[in-house]
């Protein structure tokens, strides 16, 4: 389980999560008289054919609107997930999975001000292409864990910066 949590950040290197969360409160305190959004997303790609194995890249973004942001990934392998229903589940299911362990670890951070936040899950379906029949059921699980959902085109979480890693 700890190394499901090890991310990878693109200035600092590899951090646990309590360092991610460390980081992300200090990206905040740079600025904290400015708006912040806090995004995860899933994406993935599969990799090898026979036997089939996917890699999945989750991101956790903190977002200073207007002005850029920080983002952290990490990367987990799975075997033979073979459907586009599958692949979208397990990509919201790893979502779900950092948005709650942020969540409660946040509740035991000293000086805790992220919880002001809501967390955005960024989902990466959209209305065109085969994932359209999948939105409502997949945002209501997101929602129903007490998230925001974002499909595209604003799921930029997902189909762009955990896009860039898988």
């Given at each position: 389980m ?5 991310f990878?950040?693109p200035?600092q290197g590899?951090?646990?999560?309590e360092k991610?969360?460390?980081s992300?409160f200090?990206?905040?305190r740079?600025d904290?008289?400015?708006?912040y959004?806090?995004i995860i997303g899933?994406?993935?790609?599969d ?8 890699a999945?890249v989750?991101a ?21 997930i073979?459907?586009?229903?599958d692949?979208?589940?397990h990509?919201?299911?790893l979502s ?5 362990r942020l969540?409660?670890?946040l ?7 992220l ?6 899950i ?8 085969p994932?359209r029949n999948?939105?409502?059921e997949?945002?209501?699980m997101?929602e ?11 799921s930029?979480?997902?189909s ?6 898988t």
């Open positions: 700890i190394q499901d949590f090890l990878h950040s200035t590899a951090l646990d999560f991610v969360v460390a992300l200090a990206f905040i740079e904290p008289e400015r708006q959004r806090i899933t994406d993935s790609r990799l090898q054919e026979d036997p089939p194995v996917r999945f989750t956790l973004i903190v977002h200073r609107v207007g002005f850029g942001g920080r983002y952290f990934f990490r990367r987990v392998y799975v075997k033979n073979r459907s586009i229903r692949v979208i589940y990509e919201a299911f779900l999975q950092v948005s709650q969540v409660e670890f509740h035991h951070f000293p000086g805790n001000h919880s002001n936040y809501n967390v955005e960024h989902i990466d379906v959209g209305q065109n292409g994932t999948l939105i409502r997949v945002v209501g997101v129903s864990m007490g998230f925001v959902a974002k499909v595209k085109p604003e930029f979480g997902a762009h910066v955990a896009h860039r890693h």
